[in-house]
């Protein structure tokens, strides 16, 4: 079975510019999470989606960032624009239901540099 | 202060040795705990799940947790070389949410 995809592995922009982030869950899983992740800290919530509604963005910056979930399935991140602050890497997870005990499996991430 | 407290390390031990990782955290609310191991540039992958109080086991894995203490741990015995990881504890349950409020991670290496 294949896990959670995420691309660009690696992204190096300006700031001020736009970019995007893409992530493709393992299959038939409803709950959807973006996570930000600093160096030397915890993965922190960005937004949780269930199906397609986004359920749970509290901790996401709205005035930069935005994602969507289009189907349900894959989803994107988009910072516009980007801070050099915005430096960290971008975590995308899924899971079955969103419910407790329900495990959540990571993607591997994007590192994202902003010079 | 942080919800969850968690010593960066590095830990570093010899391979054999019995490994104990750490967490403390002040939201008495949280219900489940978990360990997460992250191997560098790869995401978290959940090691051990518990809910409330107690011991649970998982081969040479295991993971405590004392709420009266608000504190957690997770030994690993006969640490292996591939152990060499960042481990992040992480709670849920306060307040209905069931999404996971990580520690910083514990950087540990095994050397042979």
């Known amino acids: 079975e294949a896990g959670v995809v995420q691309s660009p592995r690696y992204k190096i922009i300006e700031k001020k510019q736009p970019v995007a982030f893409w992530c493709n869950p393992i299959?038939?899983?409803?709950?959807l999470y973006w996570y930000l992740q600093n160096l030397g800290q915890g993965p922190e919530l960005l937004i949780r989606?269930?199906?397609?509604?986004?359920?749970?963005d509290s901790q996401l910056p709205k005035d930069r960032f935005s994602a969507e979930r289009l189907k349900g399935v894959d989803s994107t991140l988009k910072i516009q624009p980007a801070e050099l602050g915005d430096s960290a890497v971008y975590l995308c997870?899924?899971?079955?239901?969103?419910?407790?005990?329900?495990?959540?499996?990571f993607g591997p991430g994007t590192r994202l540099t902003v010079t | 202060q942080k919800e969850v407290e968690q010593d960066p390390g590095p830990l570093s031990v010899p391979e054999g040795a019995i490994v104990s990782l750490n967490c403390t955290y002040s939201?008495?609310?949280?219900?489940?705990f978990m360990w997460y191991r992250q191997y560098s540039r790869k995401g978290p992958e959940l090691l051990m799940y518990t809910y409330s109080s107690g011991n649970k086991e998982d081969g040479r894995f295991t993971a405590q947790v004392d709420k009266s203490s608000k504190y957690i741990s997770l030994f690993i015995r006969d640490s292996q070389p591939s152990d060499s990881a960042t481990y992040l504890c992480?709670?849920?349950?306060?307040?209905?949410?069931?999404?996971?409020?990580f520690g910083r991670g514990t950087s540990l290496i095994v050397h042979p």
């Open positions: 997870a899924s899971s079955l239901e969103g419910q407790r005990g329900d495990e959540q499996y």
């Open positions: 299959s038939g899983h409803n709950t």
């Open positions: 992480a709670m849920s349950g306060a307040g209905g949410s069931y999404i996971p409020t």
């Open positions: 939201n008495s609310a949280f219900q489940y």
């Open positions: 989606y269930e199906n397609e509604e986004a359920v749970d």
